[in-house]
């Protein structure tokens, strides 16, 4: 659907609440797929009355994603100082991308910032950044637009530069999706090492109130793969494989 644009746009995470009316932009431009006959302008004039055909617009399911942490909170940082923020933000930028056609995506932040509340409020609020602030606003969200899941995309860092492999945590009720993206992972990149699947209490996990995950990309410590992750390819690699475990994951 070419008029789907919007959500490609990296927008200030202040305009976080657009998402809350993005679940409108989103239903309308969704429409647009469905009833084609129908005409953009609106005319109220009702010139087109007698050949347009009103499909009924059938609600997409939200989903959160997360780009974990975000400036002032670099996440881990690489031997050669690639972020994990940033990392954690193009994958999940891409994914969005992906699954905007299946689902109403709703990203707890859309740039390098980290995710706080103040950017649902006025643009002029001012809320000093705490991490434990942006945990609880992150958990929050899917509750609040009332998502169907939550998907938390970050890199990992070990003391032993030599740590490799991805792994898929999950809740108590996301057992199911962590198992799917985590078996899609591994079918994207089979030279990397399949690490665990399993259940765990970080917050943004434990807070959640839908079946949520948090996925750990690969090692951004080790410098082996601190340099694949630089790479666009790798990125959406991983967006591809994240959103096929998402689309197949069944409960
Ligand atoms: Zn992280």
Redesign the pocket.
């Known amino acids: 659907m070419a008029v789907v644009q919007r959500g490609n746009q990296v927008r200030p995470a202040e305009e976080d609440a657009v998402r809350r009316s993005g679940a409108e932009e989103k239903g309308q431009l969704a429409d647009s797929g469905a009833g084609k006959e129908v005409a953009s302008g609106s005319d109220s004039d009702g010139d087109v009355h007698e050949t347009v055909v009103e499909r009924p617009v059938i609600p997409k399911c939200k989903i959160v994603i997360d780009p ?2 975000g400036t002032p909170d670099p ?2 940082v690489g031997p050669t100082k690639l972020q ?2 940033e990392v ?1 933000l193009k994958v999940a930028l891409r994914l969005a991308e992906l699954l905007k056609d299946s689902y109403d995506v709703v990203l707890t932040r859309r740039d390098y910032r980290g995710a706080m509340p103040s950017v649902r409020g006025s643009l002029t609020e001012k809320v000093s950044y705490t991490k434990k602030a942006s945990l609880r606003y992150r958990a929050g969200l899917s509750k609040q637009v009332e998502a169907a899941m939550f998907v ?1 995309v ?4 070990a003391a032993n530069d030599q740590a490799h492999g991805y792994e898929v945590f999950h809740n108590d009720s996301g057992r199911w999706l962590a198992r799917s993206v985590f078996a899609a992972m591994g079918r994207a990149m089979p030279d990397h090492r399949p690490r665990r699947v399993e259940m765990a209490k970080y917050f943004v996990l434990r807070k959640n109130t839908v079946p949520a995950i ?1 996925v ?1 990309l690969e090692f951004i410590s080790n410098a082996e793969q601190e340099a694949w992750l630089k790479k666009s390819d790798t990125l959406t690699l991983l967006a591809r494989a994240i959103h096929e475990g998402i689309i197949e994951a069944k409960f």
């Open positions: 974990g942490h996440g881990a994990e923020q954690n938390s970050h890199a990992n860092a948090l750990e």
